[in-house]
Nanobody
Framework: QVQLVESGGGLVQAGGSPRLSCSAS????????VGWFRQAPGQVREFVAA????????DYADSVKGRFALSRDWAKITSYLQMNSLKPEDTAVYCC??????????????????WGQGTQVTVST
């Protein structure tokens, strides 16, 4: 089992730059791909970004490309989602997830076996 805990969410003004963290515990390994997804009320879960186990490949959704930056700290087995230039449409619950592989399913929730509970990000105007 792998446990994931997100933190760093909250109420942010438009244009703000919060950083979300995803900490792993349990049967952890740095060989996992880490994905971030978000879900707004009444909407389907949406892919945000994913980072390969080596950190050498990072994939972003078009909606956040150029504004968000995903990274990982191997020593802390933690990933960070730096969010910049936030917009009201970025309001959602943000969740991290892990999978042992990097493939075409990295943009789909079905590609991930372990999930965190999520952290709410609310962007005010």
């Amino acid at each position: 089992q792998v446990q994931l805990v997100e933190s760093g969410g909250g109420l942010v003004q438009a244009g703000g730059s919060p950083r979300l963290s995803c900490s792993a515990s349990g049967r952890t390994s740095n060989s996992y791909t880490v994905g971030w997804f978000r879900q707004a009320p009444g909407q389907v879960r949406e892919f945000v970004a994913a980072i390969s186990s080596s950190g050498g490949i990072i994939d972003y959704a078009d909606s956040v490309k150029g504004r968000f930056a995903l990274s990982r700290d191997w020593a802390k087995i933690t990933s960070y989602l730096q969010m910049n230039s936030l917009k009201p449409e970025d309001t959602a619950v943000y969740c991290c997830a892990v999978t042992p592989i990097w493939d075409g399913n990295r943009r789909s929730p079905i590609g991930y076996g372990y999930w965190g509970q999520g952290t709410q990000v609310t962007v005010s105007t």
